[in-house]
């Protein structure tokens, strides 16, 4: 595996490159184009001038989170052409700048939710954390501007803006859009980038839906074990492949994600590792990355990429805000540097001990 963090760019990042840098065993940096829209055609000199930056840092530009699916190609509408054609065409400049990884998800409207960016643990410490219960009682347009009203004046990534203004739009689309036509639309987009993907050797690996149920009624296709088996199932392409996200399945405590991952093994390009905390039905808070902080045994699930031979990169998800640190909520440098060193520290024991 290769370790490596998440990094906005410059005007977006309050972490710099040059501390992510002395991170101990961090060679990586995973990155996107944050100023651009989903649809958008990258531009050249933009995906050079980033990778310069990264490089001159001394640390690599280990994969793009996200390269965004424009909502014509997720539901299928006759625009979608036009806007595949356009992720062609970033897949292609990524492949001659050497890069050779893209997450991505496929989820309708809404990247991810919750319901509390600054919730306070007894430690002191703060930590994003969602409740159903409040999602039952309020509408989309009222959680938007709650999760933008948290943001500490940070543009979140999937919460773009400018298309969130569009919210009443944006799920008019979705209208008549089912789970079995949304992986029908995913298996069209995939069919239609993997030779691409195969020219210039490009894993796509799609992120889970977070959470892994249902919210506000839209369809959800990432979610479980039998789902994931079955989209991978849908291209038979070692580059369709998927991103293994323990803070998203591991928010439905049904889901054994050791055996997830031994399940795919071969078709795992990227691992985002973090734990969380359940406290009831559709209750749930990030935690510390350290097992005996949360609800998942991240030892069972080092082990288990271990075991499968992953190779890619991995990253610590998301961090609490600890020691004052004012950041992007869940990005801040302290709490994901000690889940760095704590991973390591797993890993290192792993293979110790296997040999
Ligand atoms: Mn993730």
Redesign the pocket.
């Known amino acids: 595996m290769q370790m490596t963090m998440r990094w906005f760019g410059p005007g977006y990042d309050s972490v710099t490159l040059e501390q992510i840098r002395q991170i101990p065993g961090v060679t990586g940096v995973i990155t996107t184009l944050y100023g651009t829209l989903p649809g958008e055609v990258w531009e050249k000199d933009a995906i050079l001038g980033i990778k310069k930056e990264i490089e001159d840092a001394g640390l690599s530009l280990a994969g793009i989170e996200s390269v965004n699916i424009h909502d014509a190609i997720k539901t299928g509408a006759p625009e979608r052409e036009q806007y595949i054609d356009n992720y062609i065409a970033t897949l292609e400049r990524l492949g001659e700048a050497d890069i050779h990884l893209v997450c991505y998800n496929f989820m309708p409207v809404f990247d991810w939710t919750r319901t509390d960016l600054a919730k306070k643990r007894a430690d002191g410490s703060t930590t994003m954390a969602y409740d159903q219960k409040i999602i039952d009682t309020i509408d989309p347009d009222a959680m938007t501007n709650s999760i933008n009203a948290q943001s500490r004046g940070y543009v979140l990534a999937g919460w773009e803006p400018e298309r969130l203004g569009r919210l009443k739009e944006l799920f008019a689309m979705y209208k008549g859009i089912d789970g079995e036509k949304l992986l029908g639309n995913l298996k069209y987009f995939i069919e239609r980038i993997m030779p691409v993907c195969d020219k210039y050797n490009i894993n796509m690996a799609i992120?889970?839906d977070?959470p892994a149920w249902s919210v506000f009624d839209l369809p959800r296709i990432v979610t479980d074990k039998e789902k994931l088996l079955r989209l991978v199932g849908l291209v038979d392409n070692v580059h369709h492949g998927v991103?293994l996200?323990t803070?998203?399945l591991g928010t439905n405590p049904n889901n054994d994600i050791p055996g997830i991952i031994r399940a795919l093994k071969g078709r795992i390009h990227f691992a985002?590792i973090?734990n969380l905390r359940h406290n009831g039905p559709g209750d749930f808070e990030e935690s510390a990355h350290l097992s005996s902080d949360g609800s998942l045994d991240i030892f069972a699930i080092v082990k288990a990429l271990y075991d499968i031979g992953f190779d890619g990169p991995i990253r610590p998800?998301h961090g609490r805000a600890i020691w004052g640190e004012v950041s992007m909520p869940g990005y801040g440098l302290y709490d994901r540097a000690l889940g760095v060193t704590y991973l390591n520290g797993l890993w290192e024991a792993i293979d110790k001990l296997s040999r």
């Open positions: 992120h889970p977070d991103t996200c803070g998203s985002h973090r998800d």
